[in-house]
């Protein structure tokens, strides 16, 4: 697993706090790394360690050495080096496998309906409201259901064309004069074909 966090990331709890890895643990930073704690820090690698506590520092390996290019200053009421002692061994982290998966709960059971059957669902408002010939707006005109479907509107450009279709089909007018001549040719076939 890798996680690559832009940001700050803080972790904090209330009780121990344990890692343990069967390789390494690389800590690196760009400029600063602190360790602190209240009452003892120890670094170990078998038997060598440095414990730095609320006695003193103590340092001990098979060998230890120092040097430096400049001037070594060892300053201090208590510094103890190959004194003895030993330092605290580190934890291990416990770990934890992922809690088992619970049981899939049963699907609901599917709607069914035999047909011309009601049913129980509720109508959308779209589906509540019925449209009748007369409850529909064309264009900005609506037929006055009280006179049979004749306009009570006042004529304008948007709606002269759909006053113009409702007033032909209540006088069974013919739209244009193709239309009539196609209405007379009709009869005189009618009408020939009848005598």
Do not use: W
């Not at 120092?66 to 605290?88: E, F, H, L």
């Not at 948007?158 to 196609?182: I, M």
């Amino acid at each position: 697993m890798s996680i690559d966090v832009v940001g700050d990331i803080q972790e904090k709890t209330g009780g121990n706090y344990a890692m343990d890895a069967s390789s390494a643990i690389h800590i690196k930073a760009g400029q600063t790394v602190v360790i602190e704690a209240s009452s003892q820090l120890t670094i170990k690698v078998g038997g060598n360690f440095v414990t730095i506590g609320s006695a003193g520092v103590s340092i001990k390996g098979a060998s230890v050495a120092i040097k430096a290019d400049g001037i070594v200053s060892i300053d201090g009421s208590m510094v103890n080096i190959n004194c003895g002692g030993s330092g605290a061994s580190a934890g291990s982290g416990a770990g934890s496998s992922p809690g088992a998966p619970t049981d899939p709960t049963a699907p609901l059971e599917a709607a069914t309906a035999d047909p011309g059957e009601l049913s129980d669902a509720a109508a959308t408002p779209e589906q509540k409201e019925a449209k009748t010939p007369d409850s529909v707006t064309v264009g900005g005109y609506e037929p006055d259901s009280s006179s049979g479907g004749s306009s009570s509107s006042s004529s304008s450009a948007g709606n002269s064309q759909a006053e113009a279709l409702n007033e032909a089909a209540e006088s069974a007018a013919p739209f244009c004069e193709r239309c009539e001549e196609a209405r007379r040719e009709q009869e005189q076939q009618q009408a020939g074909g009848t005598s």
